[in-house]
């Protein structure tokens, strides 16, 4: 059964760092771009980062750049993304997606919730 | 980079009605476009790519269509499961692949 697991999400303040994991299973982890999007409270869906099979390839939306950073350890099976300086506007559910070339995002973890708070 | 803007934001209809969301990109995307769903409390999940592709699984009642700009999603009739928010995405090749602000559907 193929499976997505976010985790690493929590409490942080204005300024502080945060790492989120998605591990995955249930499909060959290798052969997919794999993306991030989150969702702040009562609001929509923001995608915030992808990256390619073999990781190569990394693209951001405007106001994470520079901040975040996204990776992937295939031999583990597990995606991450690095979130630094982290701001109260990035509070949000934070998920993890398999992406299909030119086909949208087909499955999603359950996410992991990020409160940047004082 | 590409805007997209869906209408309306929100909608209550009756069970049974047909119900139609539009999304609009800024710039042709071909039809390189995507609809979720995302019921209250739950994560989202995949309605229909490729502007008008079912993902495997959803009703025939779900329906998109559209090309270069402007897309649609259509329920034909609609039922109390259908009650959620729908977003559409667009995935050409130039990031960010960005939703549009959603659509709320409710019950009248």
């Known amino acids: 059964e193929m499976q997505l697991v976010e985790s690493g999400g929590g409490l942080v303040q204005p300024g502080g760092s945060l790492r989120l994991s998605c591990a995955a299973s249930?499909?060959?982890?290798?052969?997919?771009?794999m993306t991030w999007v989150r969702q702040a409270p009562g609001k929509g869906l923001e995608w915030v980062a992808n990256?390619?099979?073999?990781?190569?390839?990394?693209n951001y939306v405007d106001s994470v750049k520079s901040r975040f950073t996204i990776s992937r350890d295939n031999a583990k099976n597990l995606l991450y993304l690095q979130m630094n300086t982290v701001r109260v506007e990035d509070t949000a559910i934070y998920y993890c997606?398999?992406?299909?070339?030119?086909?949208?995002?087909?499955?999603w973890g359950q996410g992991t919730l990020v409160t940047v708070s004082s | 980079d590409i805007q997209m803007t869906q209408s309306p934001s929100s909608l209550s209809a009756s069970v049974g009605d047909r119900v139609t969301i539009t999304c609009r990109a800024s710039?042709?995307?071909?039809?390189?476009l995507a609809w979720y769903q995302q019921k209250p409390g739950k994560v989202p999940s995949l309605l229909i790519y490729a502007a008008s592709t079912l993902q495997p699984g959803v009703p025939s009642r779900f329906r998109g269509g559209g090309s270069g700009t402007d897309f649609t999603l259509t329920i034909s009739s609609l039922q109390p499961e259908d009650v959620a928010t729908y977003y559409c995405q667009k995935y050409n090749s130039a990031p960010p692949l960005t939703f549009g602000g959603g659509t709320k559907v409710e019950i009248k």
């Open positions: 249930g499909f060959t982890f290798n052969g997919y771009w």
């Open positions: 997606a398999r992406e299909r070339v030119m086909a949208g995002s087909d499955y």
């Open positions: 990256i390619n099979q073999v990781g190569s390839e990394k």
């Open positions: 710039q042709d995307i071909s039809n390189y």
